[in-house]
């Protein structure tokens, strides 16, 4: 930048050359390529009392002088980003001498590419002297008026289509000012979206001889959006026909952004307001509900207690008292435990023990169970479960229970004479069990909450004993265990439908051929491996590293990011596999892989990974292998599929 150094030196230009320069401008000067100052002068800084010299290194287009109004800063600012570019740019623009007073200049940017510099000069426009407008010029006196007041007025003829407007209106909408703008042009500068809208609202005011108001967007030439507003009104001819419309308009880009902000506050504050009803309410119903179900059958147990202890009754009445307290004690049992599987959910502390189990045997143990309420009701059942052993990976007692309780329901809820039925099929990746009742059925208004807490509505709505926890713990255990739960009823006494959906493990052929799952003398297809594991839910840990250990593998364990790579440090051999969990506290599976692969130790660096996760979307996996994992699997895993992950991976590092 020859020229700029020289300029930096001398801090003007050659005598000589400033002689013809302050002769031919008002203002003139050298940018560099990014806009700035390296030197400037002319007869301008004189009125305004500003030394050129403190000008150096400011953007050029960043002074105070180009701030009369946003649209002439924006104006000079993209001039200035076209000449760096390397395009020579003219344009007018209003010089800022005081608050009071600005100078209309025809600015210009020549780039100079040898010199690799910007030369910026300005001349004085001269500003057309305002006449009084002819005493018939209706349009001209407005505009006059509201010119010398500094109102954005426009004027738009209905016959001619043209509007007329002050310089605040054009720069009020980013429009040239000067000439007439046809309506035309001035739809072309409205946002797209409300093109139609600003159109129809024009026909409709030019027809109605009344006051109108209206807000949209206006794009400017850089793709700048502003909101405006506009009032104004329409005037018709004497005969009726349309003759003018007459406004102002003004920006309110701000006020939107402010209302939209409050609104968004007055929503939170909303849903906070609702979520904090919604807690009262609910801690309400279940104060009430528990007084009332631990009541009953605790009045049933003291008052039998006491006829026991204080009168002499015959064998009858006493084997009657005893099922009764025990009856009224197991009832009380269930809601107890029904509390606690509850609070364990809302906390998010229910523990599963998750290993290959046979679905059907789940089902018909607990089909076994409910027998002798069916009969003790009168109701006929039908079980279609297949021949065929489906597994899952679930634990057994919490799959017993869903099924348990929504089986139980189904019985509570259908009248003498009525009939139960439970089916189950399987499709490639899921097992499907319903269990189908011709009971009271469910209404439309209650399907949508019948798994939520304390929900006792039955198909007429009878209220039923119980604290209405049965199916919202159900739907928990199912989500948990990967699947999906839900009623249908064509409505009041029409029965209803609940449908389980779990996905299945390919272990069917396995168990067949090589005996129980659970058989300890199973293939050791897995030893001589050293596997790490990472996971912060004990659960999955411990499920995890007893499967690979009955598959003869070597197991470290670690419950966070920390721990695993300090296991790593002090292993003397890097592990022959990595296992670890995606959706992790303080620092996920993401951030830990990439730490791995960024070892100094290039045996850890490579040791082959595999991503365990419940996520299952294909973001997430995508995410996992860019991040450095070799695969991705999903929970629950299929054991036979995933010990060959695993086999195939280990076998080549």
């Known amino acids: 930048m020859q020229i700029a150094a020289e300029m930096s030196q001398n801090e003007q230009f050659p005598e000589i050359t400033n002689k013809i320069f302050a002769r031919l401008f008002e203002l003139y000067g050298v940018l560099d390529t990014s806009g700035r100052v390296i030197t400037m002068a002319g007869t301008i800084f004189e009125r305004t009392a500003t030394e050129p010299k403190l000008l150096q290194n400011q953007v050029f287009s960043e002074t105070a002088f180009w701030q009369s109004s946003e649209a002439n800063s924006r104006a000079v600012i993209n001039a200035l980003r076209s000449a760096v570019e390397g395009k020579f740019v003219r344009l007018n623009a209003n010089f800022r001498i005081s608050s009071k007073e600005k100078l209309p200049l025809e600015l210009s940017f020549v780039p100079v590419e040898e010199k690799e510099c910007i030369f910026v000069s300005a001349r004085v426009v001269e500003r057309p002297k305002k006449k009084k407008p002819a005493i018939d010029d209706t349009a001209s006196h407005l505009l006059f008026a509201a010119e010398t007041a500094g109102i954005g007025l426009w004027y738009l003829s209905a016959e001619q289509g043209v509007i007329r407007s002050t310089r605040q209106f054009s720069e009020i909408l980013g429009l040239k000012h000067g000439e007439d703008v046809s309506f035309a042009s001035f739809l072309e500068a409205v946002h797209p979206d409300d093109r139609a809208t600003v159109k129809e609202l024009v026909n409709e005011a030019v027809r109605s001889d009344d006051y109108f108001e209206h807000s949209f967007r206006m794009v400017s030439e850089d793709n700048n959006t502003e909101w405006v507003s506009v009032e104004g009104k329409s005037f018709l001819k004497a005969n009726g026909d349309p003759d003018r419309l007459v406004g102002i308009v003004r920006k309110i880009t701000d006020e939107k952004l402010a209302a939209q902000e409050l609104e968004l506050v007055y929503e939170r504050e909303k849903a906070a307001r609702d979520e904090a009803e919604l807690a ?314 990439k730490r791995v692969r960024a070892s100094a130790n290039e045996s850890i660096a490579t040791t082959p990974a595999i991503a365990l996760s419940a996520f299952a979307t294909g973001d997430y996996k995508s995410h996992a292998l860019e991040a450095g994992f070799h695969q991705y699997v999903t929970k629950p895993f299929d054991p036979q599929s995933f010990a060959q992950v695993v086999i195939e991976l280990a076998r080549k590092n």
Do not use: C
């Open 280 to 593: 009262n309410r609910s801690k309400d119903i279940f104060l009430a509900f528990v007084s009332h179900e631990l009541r009953a059958p605790l009045n049933s147990i003291l008052g039998w207690s006491n006829i026991l202890l204080t009168k002499e009754v015959d064998e009858k009445t006493r084997l009657n008292a005893i099922e009764t307290i025990e009856r009224s004690a197991r009832m009380q049992t269930k809601l107890i435990n029904d509390l606690v599987d509850s609070a364990r959910v809302a906390s998010g502390k229910i523990k599963l023990e998750y290993r290959p189990t046979e679905l059907v045997t789940v089902v018909r143990n607990v089909i076994d169970a409910q027998r002798p309420a069916l009969d003790a009701r009168g109701l006929s059942y039908s079980s279609d479960l297949g021949e065929e052993k489906v597994y899952v990976m679930g634990d057994v007692n919490r799959l017993q229970q869903v099924f348990g309780n929504i089986l139980s329901n189904a019985i509570k809820f259908t009248p003498a004479g009525g009939n139960v039925s439970v089916s189950a099929t399987r499709s490639n990746s899921h097992v499907t069990v319903v269990i189908a009742d011709s009971g009271e059925g469910i209404s439309a208004d209650s399907l949508p909450t019948i798994f939520h807490q304390f929900s006792q509505v039955g198909a007429g709505e009878k209220k039923s004993v119980g604290l209405g926890l049965g199916l919202s713990i159900a739907r928990t255990l199912v989500e948990r265990h990967g699947g999906t739960v839900h009623a249908e009823s064509e409505g009041v006494g029409k029965g209803s439908r609940f449908v389980v959906s779990l996905p299945v493990l390919e272990s069917s052929k396995l168990e067949r051929n090589s005996g129980p799952l659970r058989s300890p003398v199973s293939q050791k297809l897995l030893a001589g491996l050293t596997v790490l594991i990472v996971e912060d839910e004990k659960d999955s840990r411990d499920v995890l590293r007893l499967y690979l250990e009955n598959k003869g593998a070597t197991v470290h364990q670690a419950e966070n990011v920390s721990a695993a790579l300090k296991i790593l440090e002090a292993l003397d051999a890097a592990p022959s596999l990595i296992i670890s969990d995606i959706g992790m506290p303080e620092e996920n599976g993401l951030t830990f892989i």
